[in-house]
């Protein structure tokens, strides 16, 4: 229908992915924008299948988006039997991509190659992960409750664990709010322990460890000529070491003193740098 640019498709949940891929192809041939329309009954509880797809259709809207929807797709449904026309659906416990790659690291260890990806190898190999060891005894983790699927749980960790700046990370909780509502205190502690993380690379600090009530802080170099600067600070009961930093909360597990702390640190940090 070439002279044809609006779709409108009821009911969309109970399409299947490819079909309504398809079905959107069907309009804005050409010069044409082209638009879609997928609607669902206002009070009606979707399946989260069906949540899945239209997810997916959602967010694949741009030229050249095929291969993913048909990746997403095999992800949702299962890849099932080469031979067979039954459907596993072991592949949603892990996901797709991390299922492929633990396929491509097998076939490189039966091949006697060597693993070309670090990133890769250290998903499977057992060694410890990069960054800063944290020990803040929080409980935090993704809900299942909050996110029942458990592809999707797995996707967003390795969202959490890739993001490389704090302004990317509150990116990725707006989004989350807004696709899922208010979020709960364990994910909360989650997004906390990986902001603590990015903020420990900036500052060059190996490990906090929470002992009762006191944050054990280990730098990466010797901190002992700031010694009289941190520990002037009138608001947090502050103890250096050489190396470490020790700092007394005034309420077991207080993630708020943790947070003036390192405005204290990063405000020190930025009068040194601009000494230098």
Same mark, same amino acid.
């Given at each position: 229908?070439?002279?044809?640019?609006?779709?409108?498709?009821?009911?969309?949940?109970?399409?299947?992915?490819?079909?309504?891929?398809?079905?959107?192809? /069907?309009?804005?041939? +050409?010069? /044409?924008?082209?638009?879609?329309?997928?609607? @669902?009954?206002?009070?009606?509880?979707?399946?989260?299948?069906?949540?899945?797809?239209?997810?997916? @259709?959602?967010?694949?809207?741009?030229?050249?988006?095929?291969?993913?929807?048909? +990746?997403?797709? *095999?992800?949702?449904?299962?890849?099932?039997?080469?031979?067979?026309?039954?459907?596993?659906?072991?592949?949603?416990?892990?996901?797709?991509?991390?299922?492929?790659?633990?396929?491509?690291?097998?076939?490189?260890?039966?091949?006697?190659?060597?693993?070309?990806?670090?990133?890769?190898?250290?998903?499977?190999?057992?060694?410890?992960?990069?960054?800063?060891?944290?020990?803040?005894?929080?409980?935090?983790?993704?809900?299942?409750?909050?996110?029942?699927?458990?592809?999707?749980?797995?996707?967003?960790?390795?969202?959490?664990?890739?993001?490389?700046?704090?302004?990317? *990370?509150?990116?990725?909780?707006?989004?989350?709010?807004?696709?899922?509502?208010?979020?709960?205190?364990?994910?909360?502690?989650?997004?906390?322990?990986?902001?603590?993380?990015?903020?420990?690379?900036?500052?060059?600090?190996?490990?906090?460890?929470?002992?009762?009530?006191?944050?054990?802080?280990?730098?990466?170099?010797?901190?002992?000529?700031?010694?009289?600067?941190?520990? +002037?600070?009138?608001?947090?009961?502050?103890?250096?070491?050489?190396?470490?930093?020790?700092?007394?909360?005034?309420?077991?597990?207080?993630?708020?003193? *943790?947070?003036?702390?390192?405005?204290?640190?990063?405000?020190?940090?930025?009068?040194?740098? +601009?000494?230098?």
């Amino acid at each position: 229908m070439p002279s044809v640019n609006t779709l409108i498709v009821d009911n969309a949940d109970r399409f299947g992915l490819a079909q309504l891929y398809q079905l959107r192809g /069907r309009i804005g041939r +050409s010069y /044409r924008q082209g638009y879609a329309y997928f609607t @669902i009954p206002e009070f009606k509880i979707i399946t989260p299948p069906a949540q899945a797809r239209l997810d997916t @259709i959602l967010a694949s809207s741009d030229i050249g988006s095929g291969y993913r929807v048909a +990746s997403r797709d *095999l992800e949702i449904r299962g890849a099932g039997q080469v031979l067979g026309k039954k459907q596993s659906g072991h592949i949603t416990t892990i996901g797709f991509d991390l299922y492929m790659k633990m396929i491509s690291h097998a076939m490189k260890k039966v091949k006697g190659q060597e693993l070309l990806d670090d990133k890769d190898a250290k998903l499977f190999e057992n060694q410890n992960p990069k960054g800063p060891h944290l020990k803040l005894n929080l409980n935090a983790l993704i809900p299942t409750e909050f996110i029942p699927e458990v592809s999707t749980r797995i996707s967003l960790y390795n969202e959490l664990a890739e993001i490389d700046a704090i302004e990317d *990370l509150y990116t990725l909780k707006v989004e989350i709010i807004d696709k899922y509502g208010q979020i709960p205190i364990e994910f909360e502690n989650l997004f906390t322990v990986a902001r603590l993380r990015l903020m420990s690379f900036q500052c060059g600090i190996d490990s906090i460890i929470l002992k009762g009530n006191i944050y054990h802080i280990r730098f990466d170099q010797t901190i002992k000529s700031l010694k009289y600067i941190l520990e +002037s600070n009138e608001e947090l009961d502050i103890n250096v070491k050489n190396r470490s930093l020790n700092c007394k909360v005034s309420r077991y597990s207080n993630i708020d003193t *943790l947070d003036k702390l390192f405005n204290f640190i990063f405000e020190i940090k930025h009068r040194v740098e +601009s000494i230098h």
